[in-house]
């Protein structure tokens, strides 16, 4: 199942690697990105950061769909990463087993012109289009009760995402 569907434009780093593989306890990192599934040398990277006892694949989006939809998934503790809203958006439509949803750093990398951008938290900056697709995800959350919160680290106090 996937135990957190996390959107974080860095995907994988330090805060992913001390606090949250710790916290949540996961066997298995999914990063769901097209570019960096494609790209071998980004690939290679944000692999040989993660600890050998976590398995780590990083795929397009169709084939992280594929894989998740597969009901071997469902007894494991997956974390997916995604670099964009987007992405999660459309892994919350397609795939019913999801724990929570976590808003890490998001806005100023991916999209990076941070003008006219709505302040969310220290790390996290929407433009109007994001918040379109936030008040749809976050729908779709609700219908389900899944939890949809900010938090950068596990220790933070979540910012849930009920008033946009």
Same mark, same amino acid.
């Given at each position: 199942?996937?135990?957190?569907?996390?959107?974080?434009?860095?995907? *994988?780093?330090?805060?992913?690697?001390?606090?949250?593989?710790? /916290?949540?306890?996961?066997?298995?990192?999914?990063?769901?990105?097209?570019?960096?599934?494609?790209?071998?040398?980004?690939?290679?990277?944000?692999?040989?950061?993660?600890?050998? #006892? *976590?398995?780590?694949?990083?795929?397009?989006?169709?084939?992280?769909?594929?894989?998740?939809?597969?009901?071997?998934?469902?007894?494991?503790?997956?974390?997916?990463?995604?670099?964009?809203? /987007?992405?999660?958006?459309?892994?919350?439509?397609?795939?019913?087993?999801?724990?929570?949803?976590?808003?890490? #750093?998001?806005? #100023? *990398?991916?999209?990076?012109?941070?003008?006219?951008?709505?302040?969310?938290?220290?790390?996290?900056?929407?433009?109007?289009?994001?918040?379109?697709?936030?008040?749809?995800?976050?729908?779709?959350?609700?219908?389900? #009760?899944?939890? /949809?919160?900010?938090?950068?680290?596990?220790?933070?106090?979540?910012?849930?995402?009920?008033?946009?």
């Amino acid at each position: 199942m996937i135990y957190n569907l996390r959107v974080d434009e860095r995907m *994988i780093h330090g805060q992913i690697l001390v606090s949250w593989l710790k /916290f949540l306890g996961v066997s298995s990192i999914i990063v769901a990105n097209d570019r960096a599934a494609t790209d071998p040398i980004e690939k290679l990277a944000l692999s040989t950061a993660v600890p050998a #006892n *976590i398995k780590c694949l990083i795929s397009t989006m169709a084939d992280t769909l594929t894989i998740l939809n597969d009901p071997r998934a469902k007894d494991k503790k997956i974390m997916v990463i995604t670099e964009n809203i /987007f992405d999660a958006n459309e892994i919350v439509k397609a795939i019913e087993d999801v724990r929570e949803v976590v808003i890490g #750093n998001y806005g #100023n *990398i991916y999209k990076s012109n941070i003008l006219n951008k709505k302040v969310l938290s220290r790390f996290v900056r929407v433009d109007e289009e994001d918040i379109a697709c936030l008040i749809e995800m976050r729908k779709e959350l609700d219908a389900r #009760n899944i939890p /949809f919160y900010i938090s950068n680290v596990s220790t933070d106090k979540k910012i849930y995402l009920s008033n946009l």
